[in-house]
């Protein structure tokens, strides 16, 4: 029900996360650029720093520091021990801390000793944008399914283990912003496939009962398009003679086998596919939206798909 109640655009962090391969960044691409669009001062983040989030903007690679790479649109890369020398400098307010030099082996060391320490590096960044109300909007193309929990989990873990002081405090501010739903939401990416659609409800288990971040949508990508109803494939079966092709051949002077094989192929993927769907939709508690993004037959991504991505989850957010 809360999901429901609160727009997916509406919140103010987003985490977008899904089995790799099905289009997460394309589709935390778009969702930035369609909250930017919006009017909305808009910040993505890639967190993966071995990324590509910059290809479907078509701008230079992107780096920790922000830098606005379209009008109302800010982008940046995490980078841990940048951002706990940033943390440090504004916590701790000491100016030798920007000069104390590589905290790398520093922080390996902690993280190493302290499970979850990266986590809340890297979680606590994004949060501190949305606290600090930087920006209206923050889109996160996050880790893969395998380590999102994970990161969301930390703050409440140490929250949980450490009851006085400034860790406490830290986290605890950390948790009223993961935890509104208002506020946060994580939006899982798909395919209608067997195994991504399997871990998409296998993630959305584990969000529930690990952590308390609200999921704010499902979204399947390349869902392919119902071009023909069952009165044409009635039509096509017919003609699918030998007969019917070479009157086929002679209407059209040339080959159609071809098409016809063409069309089979695309009602039995289309149907093939809707299964998983309708497994997903049974599966999905009706109160969380379950939004729909064509099939792109694009060879490459970049800023038209981005576009065409966006313009469709408009139309699926009622916009």
């Known amino acids: 029900m809360r999901s429901r109640l609160v727009d997916l655009l509406e919140r103010k962090l987003i985490f977008v996360t899904g089995k790799g391969g099905v289009g997460k960044s394309a589709i935390a691409a778009a969702l930035?650029?369609?909250?930017?669009?919006?009017?909305?001062?808009?910040?993505?983040?890639?967190?993966?720093?071995?990324?590509?989030?910059?290809?479907?903007?078509?701008?230079?690679?992107i780096h920790f520091q922000e830098r606005e790479i379209a009008p109302r649109l800010w982008a940046m890369s995490m980078d841990t021990e940048a951002s706990l020398k940033q943390y440090l400098s504004l916590q701790l307010r000491v100016p030798l801390v920007a000069r104390i030099g590589p905290l790398?082996?520093?922080?390996?060391?902690?993280?190493?000793?302290?499970?979850?320490?990266?986590?809340?590096?890297?979680?606590?960044?994004?949060?501190?944008?949305?606290?600090?109300?930087?920006?209206?909007?923050?889109v996160v193309?996050?880790?893969?399914?395998?380590?999102?929990?994970?990161?969301l989990s930390a703050?409440?873990?140490?929250?949980?283990l450490?009851?006085?002081?400034?860790?406490?405090?830290?986290?605890?501010?950390?948790l009223d912003i993961l935890e509104d739903p208002a506020t946060t939401g994580v939006a899982v990416v798909t395919t209608p496939a067997e195994m991504p659609v399997s871990e998409t409800l296998e993630l959305t288990?584990?969000?529930?009962?690990?952590?308390?971040?609200?999921?704010?949508?499902?979204?399947?990508?390349?869902v392919l398009p119902e071009l023909f109803g069952r009165g044409e494939e009635e039509v096509f079966e017919r003609l699918d003679s030998?007969?019917?092709?070479?009157?086929?051949?002679?209407?059209?002077?040339?080959?159609?086998?071809?098409?016809?094989?063409?069309?089979?192929?695309?009602?039995t993927m289309r149907r093939s596919r809707t299964e998983h769907l309708e497994r997903l939709r049974e599966a999905i508690d009706p109160a969380?939206?379950?939004?729909?993004?064509?099939?792109?037959?694009?060879?490459?991504?970049?800023?038209?798909?981005?576009?065409?991505?966006a313009d469709a989850l408009s139309a699926e957010l009622g916009y």
């Open 162 to 174: 450490v009851q006085v002081g400034l860790v406490r405090q830290q986290t605890g501010w950390m």
């Open 104 to 138: 790398s082996s520093m922080f390996d060391f902690v993280a190493s000793a302290a499970p979850g320490v990266r986590e809340i590096v890297t979680v606590g960044k994004l949060c501190w944008e949305v606290k600090e109300k930087h920006y209206d909007l923050v």
């Open 205 to 222: 288990e584990r969000l529930h009962a690990e952590t308390n971040v609200d999921l704010a949508a499902v979204i399947v990508n390349r």
């Open 288 to 309: 969380i939206p379950l939004l729909y993004v064509p099939y792109l037959f694009f060879r490459s991504h970049g800023l038209r798909a981005t576009h065409q991505m």
């Open 32 to 61: 930035a650029w369609l909250g930017a669009a919006r009017g909305k001062k808009t910040l993505v983040c890639e967190v993966d720093a071995k990324g590509n989030l910059s290809d479907f903007f078509e701008t230079d690679p």
């Open 155 to 160: 703050p409440q873990a140490i929250n949980q």
């Open 242 to 267: 030998p007969e019917g092709r070479q009157r086929l051949d002679e209407i059209l002077q040339g080959p159609t086998e071809p098409l016809l094989d063409a069309a089979r192929l695309t009602v």
């Open 141 to 151: 193309d996050s880790s893969a399914t395998g380590h999102i929990v994970s990161q």
